[in-house]
């Protein structure tokens, strides 16, 4: 943030900030890598190289030079998912941006998930949304692929849009899901229900800790 810090060696980013004073109340969420929010930048010292990171995950080095970027402006398009068929069509009307990708493999650089963000929106326009949903599974959102993107593409509400329309239209249905709803709306488990909302807070207790001991 353009003044140096002296923290103990090992520390994450996150924790060296921490060390060093901040109350970090913005860039901050899961602290495990899977919320996107604490998304870096940096450079070592020596190097040319713009690199990225989380700063839950990423160590301190000596020398680093750093700032977070905990948010990345984009305008989210309104949608009914209902209305949407699974294809490049519904997907690039919503986000016409994607036809600009020269695929340049720029956004796929700056992932600190390792994901082929690239071959995702390439799929995308060729139609192949099971593939780019799953290419895609593990983005957090964190953005950087967007603020690096030469085309603009919004990345984080194009691929929850592409991952929606795999779950709606392409992922098989789960049959054992599918029976266990059924049993739901037919009643079976109404009577059993009904048995438990009506005992008594102690006895749910000693229910639930012989539940326990079972499965232990």
Same mark, same amino acid.
């Given at each position: 943030?353009?003044?140096?810090?002296?923290?103990?060696?090992?520390?994450?980013?996150?924790?060296?900030?921490?060390?060093?004073?901040?109350?970090?109340?913005?860039?901050?969420?899961?602290?495990?890598?899977?919320?996107?929010?604490?998304?870096?930048?940096?450079?070592?010292?020596?190097?040319?190289?713009?690199?990225?990171?989380?700063?839950?995950?990423?160590?301190?080095?000596?020398?680093?030079?750093?700032?977070?970027?905990?948010?990345?402006?984009?305008?989210?398009?309104?949608?009914?998912?209902?209305?949407?068929? !699974?294809?490049?069509?519904?997907? *690039?009307? $919503? #986000?016409?941006? &994607?036809? %600009?990708?020269?695929?340049?493999?720029?956004?796929? =650089?700056?992932?600190?998930?390792?994901?082929?963000?690239?071959?995702?929106?390439?799929?995308?326009?060729?139609?192949?949304?099971?593939?780019?949903?799953?290419?895609?599974?593990?983005?957090?959102?964190?953005?950087?692929?967007?603020?690096?993107? !030469?085309?603009?593409?919004?990345? *984080?509400? $194009? #691929?929850?849009? &592409?991952? %929606?329309?795999?779950?709606?239209?392409?992922?098989? =249905?789960?049959?054992?899901?599918?029976?266990?709803?059924?049993?739901?709306?037919?009643?079976?488990?109404?009577?059993?229900?009904?048995?438990?909302?009506?005992?008594?807070?102690?006895?749910?207790?000693?229910?639930?800790?012989?539940?326990?001991?079972?499965?232990?």
């Amino acid at each position: 943030m353009g003044r140096a810090y002296e923290v103990p060696e090992g520390l994450t980013i996150m924790k060296a900030l921490e060390y060093a004073g901040f109350r970090l109340i913005r860039g901050v969420g899961c602290r495990g890598g899977f919320c996107g929010a604490c998304a870096t930048a940096y450079r070592l010292p020596g190097e040319y190289k713009l690199r990225i990171g989380l700063a839950c995950q990423t160590v301190v080095q000596d020398g680093m030079h750093l700032v977070i970027l905990p948010y990345s402006p984009m305008e989210k398009p309104r949608y009914n998912i209902e209305e949407l068929e !699974p294809d490049a069509g519904s997907v *690039i009307e $919503l #986000f016409p941006e &994607v036809t %600009r990708c020269v695929a340049c493999n720029t956004c796929t =650089k700056a992932c600190p998930q390792g994901l082929e963000v690239m071959d995702a929106v390439q799929a995308i326009i060729r139609g192949d949304i099971a593939k780019a949903a799953n290419l895609i599974f593990d983005c957090i959102s964190c953005g950087l692929c967007s603020l690096r993107c !030469p085309a603009e593409i919004r990345h *984080i509400h $194009l #691929f929850q849009l &592409v991952r %929606r329309l795999y779950g709606k239209y392409l992922l098989p =249905k789960a049959k054992h899901l599918e029976i266990r709803v059924k049993e739901i709306e037919e009643g079976k488990y109404e009577e059993e229900l009904e048995k438990l909302m009506k005992m008594p807070l102690e006895e749910l207790k000693k229910l639930y800790s012989e539940r326990e001991i079972e499965k232990a």
